[in-house]
């Protein structure tokens, strides 16, 4: 049974290209990328430095424009929305995981994973006390009054993670989740992605330069010079550049 046989469409990415203009350099870095996920389905996109797939991502979260093509959302064509209703679907729809976890070294764990219920104004006490919810969910129950300087690499990432589903979003866009992290701590994450993606219902897609981390999502896509192939097609290129 294929992804498309047992859940909804959720986003779709068609023909979307991206170029940087700098003086007369002209950097074509997505090249007429098509992508539909899942509600539901955990996808990973593996890629080298450079190869795009973090301006893929950026782009499915609105945070970069595409040159040309469509983003739809639930079948909403998210580049024709005013910036004020691009907000609203990022802090209700989407969640962010970062490399570098982008949390408020001020504010508690409690506080920065509370931050985005907040701004989109819920009740400060229902909003906390989901957050506590969470945190005790990905083992930081211990940690709700620490501040990131107090916590460790995998903790930091893990109150990143919990940040990302205060809202319930339809879907989590993380960009290289475990790319600082050593190895233990790396699995730790990737596994409870796992978890919590299977459990809550929530879509992830997941940018990693590790394959081997990578084969453990329902899905793996390979991004190369700007292109998005299927595994297989993207083992066959490769076979045939080492030929």
Do not use: W
């Not at 859940?7 to 997505?30: A, C, F, N, P, W």
């Not at 930091?156 to 701590?185: C, F, H, M, W, Y």
């Amino acid at each position: 049974m294929t992804q498309q046989d047992n859940k909804s469409l959720l986003l779709q990415v068609k023909s979307v290209t991206k170029r940087y203009h700098e003086g007369s350099i002209d950097t074509l870095v997505l090249n007429g990328v098509d992508l539909d996920v899942y509600s539901g389905e955990q996808l990973a996109i593996v890629g080298t430095s450079g190869s795009g797939k973090s301006t893929l991502l950026h782009i499915m979260g609105t945070l970069d424009k595409p040159s040309n093509g469509q983003v739809t959302l639930q079948g909403e064509d998210l580049y024709t929305l005013s910036a004020s209703r691009q907000a609203k679907v990022r802090n209700q729809d989407l969640g962010f995981i970062y490399q570098f976890h982008h949390l408020l070294p001020e504010f508690s764990a409690l506080e920065n994973v509370a931050m985005p219920g907040l701004i989109q104004g819920r009740d400060r006490k229902s909003v906390e006390q989901e957050a506590s919810a969470l945190l005790e969910r990905v083992g930081l129950g211990h940690r709700l009054n620490h501040t990131p300087s107090e916590m460790s690499g995998g903790e930091r990432q893990r109150t990143a993670i919990a940040r990302a589903l205060i809202n319930k979003p339809k879907l989590v866009l993380a960009d290289e989740p475990t790319g600082n992290l050593d190895a233990a701590s790396g699995e730790s994450v990737y596994e409870l992605i796992r978890e919590l993606g299977s459990q809550l219902g929530t879509a992830f897609v997941v940018v990693t330069h590790d394959p081997k981390l990578a084969a453990r999502m329902d899905r793996q896509l390979r991004m190369k010079d700007g292109h998005l192939y299927h595994t297989k097609e993207a083992l066959e290129a490769d076979a045939q550049e080492l030929a």
